[in-house]
């Protein structure tokens, strides 16, 4: 009996271990989407001070959005190439065909997130970045989680914690206190075209949070790495196939002189590879973070990102941020910590099972939200 | 063409009523013809996503031990939820 009881404690503490490992891997790939997001918002920034973006003047709004659009393209493809390299020393390359031939079932889900997470987040923080500033863009998505942990939680039923959601709640908070100053005029008072550059931050928050929700029905049976780049492969195909190609055909905007423009300035390629190179590997470790602790909690932590690109910025252009900044990102830090403390089993199993009874029920929730 | 490994490991589940991820790690050798240490971890990285993800769960643990360490092993059954998702993904008729 007593050899008994000393295997079941044996047992009960493997199992711990196990799960506290787990726990520990899903946060810690958020933390890395953090770093590198945060990273890339100063590569990403300075791409729009180099031939031909630099030349298009503040007031040509149509040829600023352009460009804008050809940027995220190539962008896209560049980060293509670097998950190409992740999936090839993963081994995981053949995995890549397997999931992208489903269409019909699953890679479907990737294309969709990639309309999220392309044409309405990475563009929209382009906007951000190029028409009003880095920090604003770094700042005005804050709000991400919230959107991906509510459609989780109404889609599939991801569990959200008491503790989860307060900590959830001092991020918001954070978010608004950075936020809050420069809708009252602080910011962008001087640029007539300021408001695309918030209608882009407002597109990226909604575009990354419905993401991760989407996203994660897909890789609920796939792999994250796959999934990832089955994503960025739908991405640009929707840029190269159908947006560019619209926008080259039915107006003026010059779409050919600015793709060949980027490519052959070797500065703003510079610029777009080293975006590309933080964004392929942030956003390989966001997704590995969902499946492991789940879209609301891999979204919060993710959310440091505004802690580093503040960081990332302030050193590369010696300004230091506001203030209030300083306030926000405490919170938003403080908040990050509260979803962190919670326990590991809690974590291991994300899922109402049981209020799910069959896939009708679910799917019909999906096309309701869809 | 073959299934993605992780449809793979729902489908060999979903045959099954119950099985040990060992058992589920051989047959998945089998099917792709792949061996190793990395091949074992990464499969088993891929089921303790679908335990998370709530399509499996753990029904059973044991401690094996394996030279030196005791290695921990479960015993995994297909959820209704992931039964559920696997027919929404086309992984299982309806």
């Known amino acids: 009996m007593a050899h008994y009881t000393t295997s079941e404690a044996t047992l009960a503490q493997t199992l711990h271990k196990h799960y506290a490992r787990n726990q520990r891997w899903g946060f810690m790939w958020a933390l890395w989407t953090a770093i590198l997001w945060g990273a890339w918002y100063v590569p990403g920034t300075a791409l729009w001070f180099e031939h031909p973006y630099v030349d298009i003047p503040v007031d040509h709004q149509s040829t600023r959005l352009a460009a804008t659009a050809v940027m995220t393209w190539i962008h896209a493809i560049t980060v293509f190439f670097f998950l190409l390299l992740w999936n090839t020393v993963l081994g995981k390359v053949k995995d890549y065909g397997r999931t992208m031939v489903r269409f019909r079932k699953i890679s479907k889900w990737y294309a969709l997130a990639s309309l999220c997470g392309g044409p309405m987040a990475i563009f929209g923080s382009y906007m951000a970045m190029g028409f009003i500033g880095p920090v604003f863009a770094a700042i005005s998505s804050l709000f991400y989680p919230v959107i991906g942990a509510v459609i989780a939680r109404l889609w599939y039923k991801e569990k959200i914690s008491k503790r989860a959601a307060i900590g959830m709640c ?181 899922r109402d099972n049981g209020d799910i009874n069959n896939g009708d029920t679910n799917s019909n929730t999906a096309k309701g939200l869809l | 063409m073959k299934l993605h490994q992780k449809g793979f490991l729902l489908v060999t589940l979903s045959k099954n009523n119950r099985l040990w991820d060992d058992e589920l790690i051989v047959q998945t050798f089998i099917e792709y013809n792949i061996s190793g240490d990395y091949c074992e971890k990464t499969l088993r990285i891929a089921l303790d996503e679908l335990s998370a993800a709530g399509l499996i769960t753990r029904v059973e643990e044991k401690l094996e031990a394996n030279n030196k360490q005791a290695k921990l092993l479960f015993r995994y059954q297909l959820s209704d939820f992931g039964r559920a998702r696997m027919i929404d993904t086309g992984l299982l008729n309806g």
């Open chain 1, 170 to 350: 001092i991020i918001i908070f954070g978010g608004m206190v950075i936020y809050g100053p420069s809708l009252f005029g602080e910011m962008g008072a001087s640029n007539p075209n300021a408001w695309l550059g918030y209608v882009g931050g407002i597109m990226s928050a909604i575009g990354w949070g419905s993401e991760g929700a989407v996203a994660g029905r897909a890789m609920d049976v796939s792999d994250p790495d796959v999934g990832i780049h089955c994503r960025f492969s739908f991405e640009i195909l929707f840029w190269g196939l159908l947006i560019l190609p619209v926008l080259a055909t039915f107006t003026d905007l010059p779409i050919k002189d600015l793709i060949i423009g980027t490519v052959t300035h070797g500065k703003a390629m510079l610029w777009i590879v080293l975006a590309a190179s933080c964004h392929a590997y942030c956003y390989t470790a966001f997704y590995k973070s969902f499946s492991l602790i789940g879209v609301g909690r891999g979204e919060a932590i993710g959310n440091l990102y505004a802690v580093f690109a503040l960081i990332f910025i302030a050193a590369f252009t010696l300004q230091l941020p506001q203030w209030y900044f300083i306030v926000g990102l405490v919170l938003t830090v403080l908040g990050s910590f509260v979803m962190f403390s919670e326990s590991a089993e809690s974590v291991a199993q994300l």
